[in-house]
């Protein structure tokens, strides 16, 4: 049995005993105030260091911090040359320290070495340099068909932001919020999960080693319903971009609301992968196993309704059991694992509820289903799949965010659209066909934001990624995050003296 062991004193990069807040340039001391939570590793279940929860007071100081960066600071004033420049140093820093970062969210997140420095450590620092370009480009608008007028459309930046990211992919998704925040002159006060604060808090110290002025990046850590329920809630703040649950989307939409702050929502899904006869059945395999369970199943954007036509499924099915069962479960750090522990204990015990919950409703259980017996400790489990009766079960329509996959089959294209839109979600969909009309009638057909066709989770950061129906409001793109994070600002002029009344004249 493997026992894997966590030794600070031999850590390979310094771990903090405690992450704090970071605000207006500084980090906060760890004084004897607020709550103190674990941060824990997934793979040993050590508590590797603990968060000091941000309170309503340390909120507040970090909005005002991004407040007066935004109002009087340098920031919005620069010319995007120079603010160019500032980004591209982040970019150079963070990939100057790539393997520290990468060594601090598999260690606390716990998904594979390979992905944090292979996949989400490069998307980091490449946010930076992708989103400077994106502003550095933009470009008003100019309208004279009324004449004598020149109506001219400039981008303002929106003031500050507030920034709320999930747990499954921080490093990604966060420096993404961030960049596309900043790029456009704004300032900010990022949240990020309360289970993962250890490479976000490492990131930010990171940008402060450039000449980014003081109060542009602020962090506050600490749970979703005080700290980030503070800074939702905080008048200074402008515009809200969230990521994680739809549950919480709900609640903080409606907290913005009360604000009238513009709200982004990127939430969950429960995506179909429709596999059809005329697939190649070999990449349609691969991309499927992908799909479902790579960064260890808990993705937002995962094909985790896998719909087989009938005709194909039983031999589809039983490849795919058998490729799971030889999939590598194990330490993240290690080169060869494929899957890694889940984020934390009550997340894992909540993926494996799923198996008797697949079971109450008729499903019958292809594989896995149970805690990983191969570790002492670690929240590892077996990739698992389940074969529905239907689409109504509840492992077809409830989003489980593990390596977890829900088979049901179709008779034809028409039902496996049917199937796919019978859902509260619509973030993704992927079709394997080589047959052209049936992936244009698919891609057509179906309630989702993003397509994928023939291909596993490819992200095209300048096109729109979003959901539609409960997967979200609004989408991330180049285009999208300029308009989301500008306001627009009409200008008219008149070209010439025009005739005008001349009341009381
Ligand atoms: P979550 O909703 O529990 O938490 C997300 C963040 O919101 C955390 O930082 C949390 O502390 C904060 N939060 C919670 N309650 C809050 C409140 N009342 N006010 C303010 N902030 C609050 O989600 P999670 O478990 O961290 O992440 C998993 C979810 O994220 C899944 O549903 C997944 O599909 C979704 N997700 C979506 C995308 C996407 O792009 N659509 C990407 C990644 C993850």
């Known amino acids: 049995m493997n026992h894997i062991t966590f030794d600070r004193s031999n850590a390979k990069f310094p771990i903090p005993e405690v992450v704090t807040s970071f605000i207006n340039g500084q980090s906060i001391v760890a004084d004897n105030h607020g709550e103190r939570l674990p941060a824990m590793c997934p793979s040993t279940e050590d508590t590797v260091s603990f968060l000091r929860e941000a309170d309503k007071a340390e909120v507040d100081a970090a909005v005002q911090a991004a407040r007066e960066a935004f109002d009087k600071g340098p920031w919005p004033r620069m010319s995007m040359d120079e603010r160019k420049r500032v980004m591209h140093q982040i970019r150079d820093v963070l990939l100057a320290n790539i393997d520290e970062v990468a060594y601090l969210e598999t260690l ?7 992905h944090t420095r292979g996949f989400h450590g490069p998307r ?10 994106v502003a550095s480009q ?8 009324t004449k004598p007028y020149l109506s001219i459309v400039t981008r303002e930046p929106i003031g ?25 002159g704004n300032t900010c006060v990022l949240k990020p999960s309360e289970f993962t604060p250890l490479s976000l808090r490492r990131v930010v110290e990171l940008i402060h ?8 990046v602020n962090l506050v850590n600490g749970r979703g319903q005080v700290t980030g329920d503070a800074l939702v809630s905080h008048p200074g703040v402008d515009v809200v971009s969230f990521t994680g649950g739809t549950t919480t989307g709900r609640a903080i939409a409606a907290r913005a609301g009360q604000n009238l702050k513009p709200v982004a929502l990127e939430l969950g899904g429960k995506s179909a992968n429709i596999v059809t006869a005329s697939a190649n059945l070999e990449r349609a395999l691969d991309g499927s196993l992908l799909a479902i369970y790579s960064n260890n199943g808990q993705q937002c954007l995962a094909g985790s309704r896998i719909l087989v036509e009938k005709k194909i499924a039983a031999e589809f099915i039983d490849k795919f059991v058998k490729r799971s069962q030889q999939i590598i479960v194990g330490d993240p750090f290690e080169a060869k694992t494929q899957i890694g522990p889940l984020a934390y204990e009550a997340h894992m015990k909540r993926v494996l509820s799923y198996v008797d919950i697949a079971k109450s409703d008729g499903a019958e259980l292809l594989t896995g289903g149970k805690r990983h017996t191969g570790f002492k400790k670690g929240y590892f489990i077996e990739p698992t799949a389940v074969l529905a009766k239907n689409n109504g079960a509840r492992v077809c329509q409830e989003e489980i965010f593990g390596p977890f996959a829900t088979f049901v089959t179709f008779e034809d294209i028409d039902e496996a ?3 796919a839109n019978q859902s509260e979600f619509g973030l993704v969909g992927y079709v394997w066909s080589e ?7 698919v891609s057509q057909a179906i309630r989702a934001g993003t397509i994928w066709v023939n291909t596993p989770l490819t992200r095209e950061l ?12 609004g989408r991330d793109s180049a285009h999208d995050c300029m308009t989301f994070f500008t306001e627009a600002k009409t200008t008219t002029i008149p070209l010439q003296d025009f005739p005008m009344a001349k009341w009381g004249a």
């Open 108 to 114: 606390n997140a716990g998904i594979t070495h390979g």
């Open 124 to 133: 980091m620092a490449w946010n930076f340099e992708f989103f400077a370009e």
């Open 138 to 145: 933009a470009a008003g608008e100019a309208y004279t068909q």
């Open 160 to 184: 500050v932001g507030a920034l709320i990211g999930p747990w499954n992919a921080p490093i990604a998704l966060c420096t993404m919020k961030i960049a596309s925040c900043i790029a456009f």
């Open 209 to 216: 080693k450039t000449d980014i002025p003081k109060g542009v």
């Open 417 to 419: 659209i049917a199937i």
């Open 435 to 441: 047959h052209l009309p049936t992936v244009m009638k």
């Open 462 to 473: 300048r096109a729109p990624f979003g959901g539609y129906k409960n997967s979200g409001i």
